[in-house]
């Protein structure tokens, strides 16, 4: 007893003496803290925080300063719609620069007006400014300030790829004053970019593809990624002059197992009278290693600086799936302005080059996981054609447009994922959650709660028209229908949507030189207590002259919901049909919901991809003769690129087939076929049908050829399953059953 | 007695001795402790003897006097420099010395500063000495400035109105360590003065940091500098309390509005109801802060509890182009409406200000009403939830103002600390976790997936189901994870002899979580986690199930499904395993899914619920359901309609155990669950994937999916 009483006494005298030592210190200054803070007077007083204008004038500022949108653009060439003039050709253009001006001269955005153009894009080749490079074209200064509408560059858009030459490569080197233009420009640095004015561009080969670009390279995700290497390069280095030092010094790194980082001297004709010490064993080791397999085994990508600060390895790591990882200090990275690169590389310090090792390796597994993803998203989106890459400049530049105009974006979360910026419209809504993105799982379909309302304003009305935001999916659809003549089986269709769940409303798109219908709301079958449907008829032949097919989807206006069940006139389906692909729709609302699948082939024989509507095991498309769409993607198609829209005009078909590329172009993703209904036309058709015209499907195979050509690859997937109800066809009572009348329809 | 007695003694003698023995080695502890430190100290004091001996820091005082210093020197500090970067005018070595994962900060001790005069330079104000105290206080601080990664002079320089350039520039030079300005951190909340008010503090900062208010777009060096608000005593009292409804649409209480804009705004008031234009009540001649007029009818508003009565609330370019107002406003919930060219907002590169606030150029005043009208319920949804959350999380108080400043210059210069987008920008409790498998393409064929059995002793139907599994063409491997620790697994003799890679794995503990292990062994991004008596399930089906999952790569996607429904009269979730026409979740008894939801499961899952489903011995399928269900938001994915799984001759269509103890417990598991994820994650559905050309006969063409059993 007196043992633990010592003892208790013995830690309590030791716990004080500890009090006392570390604790005192607050003891002391505990009170004082509050004594002096307390004291203390705020930084400025509330007159001094609500300071007016002083009334002196401002001493105007000594120095020009560069130019930002809102002092060097003119915003009031830019409409609604901001259009882009090219100038027509003159001189010595080079390849690439070819490429990038027929890709905007063949794009919604070109006008021929240069009146009516909000941007100027010269067509004068500034890509190579380096007087040294046989790509490079002289004399571009004088022949830019005598373009018609030049006016010291104000609302142009100038290209430029490599500025300054050996051996300082200046950035502010481009043979040509830019003025007021906006440069769109590789390898640019923090210093010389004209914040929220200029556009950072990637490095990209000469033989870039123009438009389609390679299918991504690294679809799978493996987690851990379980690649060979961790780090890897591969690259030339250059003994000398400005940049070199970094690679140089790669060889400190090189392991020759986890960490593969090869340089070599050879470039150039004169290699060897500038080579080093290292040079011969340096060259040894590179040429032991093949760049795309260390490229496919190598989880991370050194991007070192060459000469300029941008170097091809940043597009070769992103294609290939391969982490980059940025030796190239105060480099900004392509299109950042909107593109956050924090999701998709890794920043190393050149001045720390020593520490890249550790620093990839201290990389989460999970954080590898997603770095890899975002390359694959980035690079699918932005940079794998020249046709990407300068839509993606157009879209910024039109972004600011219409942020100026409205003072709206599109969401930072649009651009960082998929379908991205160039698969949506930046003037389609302002919320993401009026868009079908996939990429963004859970974040596209969760919203905010509600904010509450402001008080209805009280008289006077606002005197300015109120446009209404595009809808969010909701728990209804909009069944739009494109008729081009009465029939029993419009009637029974009609029928069925009045009696589907959730048809909000009807829009009727009628297509015939005889008199629409005057049809204002389908009544419901007797105990039905809703309202009557609303439908509202649209005469095309008037309303959208010449259209023919093409105008099926042009009233979007007229749609208030997010989900259109669009649907040919003749479709034979039902209500639980149409209830149960809605159903479906809401959980993928990215993608065509329907029921006709047709899929495409690649004709060996005729060398030429084929169309069948052939029982097979797979499909690529679901024809939106009966099939759900999101209003968005129709809003896609009526944007979508001229010739394309003037291939549906010409054949007054094939509109179907371009909304399935369209979709697949964006989403990369199959459509969704249900249920076991093939035919969407009833099969004894006592009118002429173009269905069972030969020329018909001829002409639909050449359509499927004219769709490949324009995106330079064949955009369509395919898919295998189907969606069925969960008990459909199953050998139970059909009493349990919830789509019972479904599994009757056997074609 | 005596016996007992000497027992007695016997006893207590025992217990002395035993004392005895502890007291003796506790002494001898002590003495050993004594040597040892002693040792110690002349070791070290031999080693760092030549060196001049280390100085022991203390940490700053800010509250103690502060010493007297008379500037002599006129010598100022180099002005600053113009286009800084970090990679050019920070010295990154500074940083992370010794390892360190984090910034280290030192702070200059504070001095009271006299010119000549006798006059102080700069006195010490409450916000400033806050800003010190944070620093001090946060995981950042060190007192020794040479392994300081960034040092921060004590000179208050938070309003230019309350010092001298020139004088504090002379203390900037006459600092110990400022080299240039190189790796300080200068603080700023209001810049410049009368006429021009430049936007940068007028100073001689050379190359150091400035954290400051109210710059624009030309003198904020991007990357470089910090873009700070400026604080708001008012702001931080507000608390976060809404009224039900907004009475305003548009609200404009600043009082220090430039003419011309101010004449635009008092048209559109004139013209519609919209905006409620408010202005410094003319009562007499000292202004009132805490009240608001209306200009034409002079009706009078507290301020700032106005503030919460504006759906959209105004912030324009006055002498400076940031306004304390901007704290008042978001503190309010009221969206903001930012009317002031190439303004840089606070922590413009880490917060997405076009989530907070919309932004009107100048030139647009005009249309405001018109602009504010166009926006969407959603996006005033998205603005109005987001502006309280971020002032609480950024700019409630001068600590966290501080605090997110530094954490930004600590990202910069460790980019793997730094956070994503969604971590600053998204609050969790409105949009959720984000999903790990974002790329959305159709998963490659090629790899394969992987078969991961749970298996504890039946051997047989173990051996039944390898068998029937290496016959599905995609299977890549097998991995046998054997949970019986009292007996060993089958030698390999024993084994059926096949054609695929098989590895069994044997487990420390009996646990059911055993099975969403993510062994190093599963090398395919796909597993089949499947049970050892699950034998019934054709090649076919398989192949079919893994094409599915390939469609859906971030669902569960399998074969035995099950749901849940509400049960209103006991007002919980009850387990539902007969026929209907919804599904919600898919058991893992058969089903595919990526492996990083094995790695959630053991890495990432609430702890509560891996234990309960440890403890239990149940529900690890369910448990695995929620977990993908809340991170995704997706509901799984029931292939084929099978029913019936494992034994052929079974009439029973159940699976498992159908017994009424079993349902309960698992109904209680999907209440607990429910409760652990404060929502019900699961979302029933009406749909399963079938082969496409299942149950069509006569179309002539094969069937790519043949042998798709009924039920």
Redesign the interface.
């Known amino acids: 007893m007196q043992?633990r009483k010592r003892y208790l006494l013995l830690f309590m005298s030791f716990a004080l003496l500890l009090y006392g030592y570390f604790g005192s210190y607050q003891l002391k200054?505990e009170p004082?803290?509050n004594?002096?803070?307390?004291n203390?007077?705020?930084?400025?007083t509330?007159?001094?925080?609500?300071?007016?204008?002083?009334t002196?004038?401002?001493?105007p500022a000594t120095i020009a300063?560069?130019c930002?949108m809102?002092t060097c653009f003119d915003f009031s060439r830019c409409g609604v719609d901001p259009k882009i003039y090219v100038y027509p050709s003159e001189g010595p253009v080079s390849a690439s620069y070819r490429k990038v001006l027929s890709v905007i001269r063949e794009s919604r955005y070109a006008t021929r007006d240069p009146y009516e153009a909000c941007l100027f894009v010269p067509a004068i080749d500034t890509l190579d400014a380096d007087p040294l490079s046989p790509e490079h074209v002289p004399d571009v200064a004088s022949r830019l300030s005598r373009l018609p509408h030049w006016n010291n560059g104000r609302n142009h858009l100038i290209f430029s790829l490599y500025a300054g030459t050996w051996p300082d490569y200046a950035e502010e080197a481009l043979g040509f004053d830019p003025g007021e233009a906006i440069l769109a420009r590789a390898s640019a640095s923090?210093?010389v970019f004209r914040?929220?004015f200029d556009i950072s561009l990637p490095l990209f080969h000469k033989e870039h593809p123009e438009r389609g670009g390679a299918p991504?390279a690294a679809?799978?995700?493996?987690?851990p990624a379980?690649k060979k290497h961790l780090i890897a390069f591969k690259g030339k280095r250059y003994v000398h002059g400005i940049g070199s030092e970094t690679r140089n010094s790669l060889w400190h790194l090189h392991d020759g197992n986890n960490l593969i980082l090869v340089t070599t001297c050879r470039h150039g004709k004169s290699w060897k009278d500038l080579r080093d010490e290292r040079c011969d064993e340096d060259n040894r080791e590179y040429d032991k290693y093949d760049y795309e397999q260390l490229l496919a085994n190598s989880t991370f990508c050194l991007v070192a600086r060459g000469r300029r600060l941008g170097s091809y390895r940043f597009l070769e790591a992103l294609a290939a799936g391969c982490i980059p990882v940025l030796l190239s200090?105060?480099w900004r990275l392509p299109f950042d302005e909107r593109i956050?690169w924090?999701?998709a590389v890794?920043?190393?310090?050149?001045?720390?080059l020593l520490q890249v090792p550790e620093?990839v390796r201290?990389?989460p597994?999970?954080r590898i996981?997603?770095l890899r993803?975002q390359t694959?998203?980035l690079w699918e989106q932005y940079f794998s054609s020249i046709e990407k890459i300068v839509f993606t400049t157009i879209e910024i530049l039109l972004e600011r447009v219409l942020?100026?105009?409205?003072?709206?974006?599109r969401?930072?979360?649009i651009w960082?994922?998929?379908?991205g910026a160039l698969g949506t419209l930046a003037t389609y809504?302002?919320?993401r959650?009026?868009l079908p993105l996939?990429?963004?799982?859970?974040?596209a379909?969760?919203?905010?709660?509600?904010?509450?309302?402001?008080?209805p304003?009280?008289?006077?009305a606002?005197?300015?028209p109120?446009?209404g935001?595009?809808p969010?999916p909701g728990n209804t659809f909009t069944a739009m229908l494109y008729v081009q003549a009465t029939s029993p089986a419009l009637h029974k269709l009609l029928a069925n949507i009045a009696s589907s769940e959730f048809c909000e409303k009807v829009v009727l798109v009628w297509d015939s030189e005889r008199a629409a219908p005057t049809l204002k709301s389908l009544s419901r079958v007797a105990g039905d207590p809703r309202d009557p449907l609303p439908v509202l008829v649209i005469d095309a032949t008037t309303h959208y002259p010449g259209d023919g097919v093409s105008a099926r989807w042009q009233p979007l206006w007229a749609v208030p919901t997010a989900a259109v069940f669009s649907l040919d006139g003749d479709a034979p389906l039902l209500a639980e049909e149409l209830d149960?692909a809605f159903?479906?729709w809401q959980?993928f609302p990215e993608r065509i919901v329907g029921y006709p699948?047709r899929s495409h082939f690649w004709d060996e024989a005729k060398g030429a991809w084929g169309y069948s509507s052939?029982?097979?095991?797979?499909?690529s498309m679901v024809l939106p003769g009966a099939a759900l769409v999101h209003r968005a993607a129709l809003a896609l198609v009526a944007r979508a690129a001229p010739a394309l829209r003037l291939a549906v005009r010409r054949a007054r078909n094939c509109e179907d087939i371009l909304l399935n590329c369209l979709v697949a172009h964006h989403?990369?993703?199959?459509p969704i076929?249900?249920a076991?209904r093939r035919n969407y036309k009833p099969t004894h058709h006592k009118y002429r049908s173009p269905w069972t015209d030969p020329e018909h499907f001829v002409q639909r195979q050449s359509c499927l050829n004219t769709f490949a050509t324009a995106w330079g690859y064949m955009p369509l997937?395919r898919?295998?399953?189907?969606?069925?109800?969960?008990?459909?066809?199953?050998?139970?009572s059909t009493l349990?059953?919830?789509?019972r009348k479904m599994e009757l329809v056997t074609s | 007695m005596a016996g007992e007695l000497l027992l007695k003694t016997g006893k207590y003698s025992k217990y002395t001795s035993y004392?005895k023995i502890?007291y003796y080695r506790f002494f001898v502890g002590l003495l050993l402790f004594i040597v040892l430190s002693l040792v110690f100290t002349v070791v070290f004091n031999a080693f760092t003897g030549s060196s001049p001996r280390t100085d022991v820091y203390l940490p700053v005082n800010?509250?103690?006097e502060r010493a007297l210093v008379k500037l002599k020197s006129d010598l100022q500090s180099a002005a600053r420099i113009k286009?800084c970067?970090y990679?050019?005018c920070f010295d990154?070595?500074r940083c992370g010395r010794g390892g360190h994962d984090k910034i280290t900060i030192y702070i200059y001790p504070l001095k009271n500063y006299k010119i000549e005069s006798g006059n102080s330079v700069s006195?010490?104000?409450?916000?400033?000495?806050?800003i010190l105290?944070t620093i001090k206080r946060s995981r950042y601080y060190t007192p020794n400035p040479e392994e300081a990664c960034l040092l921060v002079p004590s000179v208050?320089t938070?309003?230019q109105?309350?010092f001298n350039s020139k004088h504090v520039s002379q203390i900037y030079h006459s600092l110990e360590h400022w080299n240039d300005g190189e790796n300080h951190l200068i603080f700023n909340?209001?810049p410049g003065s009368?006429?021009?008010?430049n936007t940068v503090v007028n100073l001689n900062t050379g190359k150091a940091i400035i954290a400051g208010a109210g710059f624009n777009?030309?003198s904020f060096r991007?990357?470089f500098d910090i873009s700070i608000p400026?604080?708001?005593?008012v702001a931080e009292k507000i608390d976060n309390t809404?009224?039900?409804?907004?009475?305003?649409?548009i609200i404009s209480t600043?009082?220090?509005?430039?003419h011309d804009s101010l004449e635009e705004l008092q048209s559109i008031a004139s013209?519609?109801?919209?905006l409620l234009l408010l202005g410094t009540c003319k009562a007499d001649n000292k202004?009132d802060?805490t009240k608001r007029c209306e200009y034409t009818t002079g009706r009078e508003f507290r301020y700032p509890d106005i503030l919460k009565e504006?759906?959209f609330c105004l912030v324009l370019r006055?002498?400076?182009l940031t306004?304390?107002?901007l704290m008042d406003i978001i503190a309010s919930q009221c969206?903001p409406v930012v009317i002031s060219?190439?303004v840089v907002m606070p922590f413009n590169s880490h917060l997405?200000w076009?989530?907070i606030a919309?932004?009107?150029?100048e030139s647009?005043i005009k249309?405001l009403?018109?602009?504010i009208?166009?926006?969407?319920?959603?996006?005033?949804?998205?603005?109005?939830?987001?502006s309280r959350w971020v002032f609480e999380r950024y700019f409630a108080s001068i600590e966290k103002i501080t605090l997110t400043t530094l954490e930004i210059i600590n990202e910069k210069v460790f980019?793997?600390a730094?956070r994503?987008?969604?971590e600053w920008?998204?609050p969790e409790h409105?949009?959720?976790?984000?999903?790990?498998?974002?790329?959305?393409?159709?998963?490659?064929k090629g790899?394969g997936f992987t078969a991961v059995i749970l298996t504890y002793d039946r051997v047989e139907s173990l051996f039944t189901l390898v068998k029937k599994l290496v016959r599905t063409p995609s299977l890549a491997k097998i991995l046998v994870i054997w949970n019986n620790q009292n007996k060993a697994p089958p030698p390999s003799t024993e084994w059926p002899v096949i054609n695929k890679p098989l590895k069994v794995v044997r487990t420390k503990e009996n646990k059911l979580s055993n099975r969403f292990f993510?062994y190093d062994e599963i090398?395919?991004?796909c597993q089949l986690t499947i049970d050892d008596d699950i034998v019934m399930l054709t090649p076919d089906e398989l192949e079919?199930g893994f094409?599915?999952w390939r469609?859906f790569?971030?669902r569960i996607v399998g074969f035995p499904?099950r749901l849940h429904v509400w049960d209103n009269s006991t007002a919980s979730w009850r387990y539902h395993s007969e026929?209907?026409?919804?599904?919600s979740m898919v058991l893992t008894g058969a089903a595919f899914h990526?492996?990083?939801w094995s790695?959630y499961y053991t890495y990432k899952m609430p702890a509560e619920i891996r234990e309960w489903v440890d403890e239990s011995f149940n529900c690890e399928d369910i448990a695995m359901n929620f977990l993908v269900a809340n991170?995704?938001?997706?509901?799984p994915i029931?292939v084929t309609?099978r029913k019936k799984f494992k034994c052929p001759e079974c009439t029973n269509t159940e699976m498992l155990s159908a017994d009424a103890g079993h349902m309960s417990q698992r109904s209680a598991c999907i209440n607990r669950f429910a409760k652990v994820y404060g929502n019900m994650a699961l979302q029933p559905?009406?749909?399963?994937?079938?082969?496409?050309?299942?149950?069509?006969t006569g179309?002539?063409?094969?069937?790519?999916?043949p042998d798709i059993g009924?039920?």
């Open positions: 043992a200054s004082g803290i004594i002096r803070r307390d203390l007077p705020t930084f400025a509330l007159d001094e925080l609500t300071e007016a204008p002083s002196l004038k401002r001493q300063l560069p930002r809102e923090e210093t914040e929220g991504p679809p799978g995700n493996p987690f379980p200090n105060g956050d924090r999701r890794i920043w190393a310090d050149e001045r720390l620093l201290s990389v597994p999970e996981l997603a993803q694959q998203v942020a100026h105009r409205s003072s709206r974006q969401d930072a979360l960082n994922a998929s379908p809504g302002d919320s959650t009026h996939a990429g963004l799982g859970a974040l379909t969760v919203r905010a709660p509600p904010a509450p309302r402001a008080a304003a009280p008289l006077p606002p005197s300015v109120v446009v935001p595009p969010t149960f159903r479906v959980h699948a052939k029982r097979g095991g797979a499909y989403t990369r993703r199959a076929k249900l076991q997937v898919s295998v399953l189907r969606l069925d109800p969960v008990l459909f066809k199953d050998s139970v349990r059953k919830k789509y | 004392r502890l800010l509250d103690g286009n970067t990679w050019e990154v070595y006195e010490l104000s409450k916000e400033f000495y806050m105290d208050d938070l309003n109105a309350t909340m209001l009368a006429p021009n008010y777009s030309w991007y990357g400026v604080y708001s005593q809404q009224p039900a409804q907004k009475n305003y649409l600043q009082l220090n509005i430039p013209s519609s109801n919209d202004i802060y504006g759906l006055s002498a400076r306004q304390a107002i969206i060219d190439s997405d076009h989530r919309m932004f009107i150029p647009n249309s009403v018109k602009i009208y166009a926006v969407s319920d959603e996006r005033r949804g998205e603005l109005y939830w987001q980019p793997l730094a994503m987008y969604e920008n998204m409105l949009y959720g976790p984000v999903n790990p498998l974002f790329l959305p393409v159709t998963a490659p790899p993510p090398e395919t991004e079919f094409d599915v469609e790569p971030d499904s026929w209907t026409n919804q599904i990526h492996k990083i790695w991170v995704t938001r997706k509901p029931k309609p559905i009406e749909f399963r994937a079938d082969p496409l050309q299942y149950r069509e179309s002539g063409v094969p069937q790519l999916y009924a039920l």
